[in-house]
Nanobody, 124 residues
Framework: QLQLVESGGGLVQSGGSLRLSCAAS????????IGWFRQAPGKEREGVSC????????TYADSVKGRFTISRDNAKNTVYLQMNSLKPDDTAVYYC?????????????????WGKGTLVTVSS
């Protein structure tokens, strides 16, 4: 059964760091483009970062460039999102998604496989 499970969320102070994980079962993540997306209360879902299959090209939303890093460990079938210098505006539920296309600007529209999300809360 295909499953994506996010973990690593929590409460952190402004300026702190968290590392989110997206672990997959039922699919091999190395064959897919993987994205991290987030949705804050009362706001639309937005793209955070994508990592391409094979060549591993990465893209980021302007709001997180220089602070967040996406990476993948194919041996563990896991994709990570290292989040540094966190701000209260980063507070959201973070989701990972997998498909053959990933676009930060599209906010995950059209992507087929999703996890249930992990909550990140950044206090000021």
């Amino acid at each position: 059964q295909l499953q994506l499970v996010e973990s690593g969320g929590g409460l952190v102070q402004s300026g702190g760091s968290l590392r989110l994980s997206c672990a997959a079962s039922g699919i091999s993540l190395e064959n897919y483009n993987i994205g991290w997306f987030r949705q804050a209360p009362g706001k639309e879902r937005e793209g955070v970062s994508c990592i391409a299959s094979y060549e591993g090209r990465t893209t980021y939303a302007d709001s997180v460039k220089g602070r967040f890093t996406i990476s993948r460990d194919n041996a563990k079938n896991t994709v990570y999102l290292q989040m540094n210098s966190l701000k209260p505006d980063d507070t959201a539920v973070y989701y990972c998604a997998a498909d053959f296309v990933c676009s930060v600007s599209a906010g995950g529209y059209g992507m087929d496989f999703w996890g249930k999300g992990t909550l990140v809360t950044v206090s000021s």
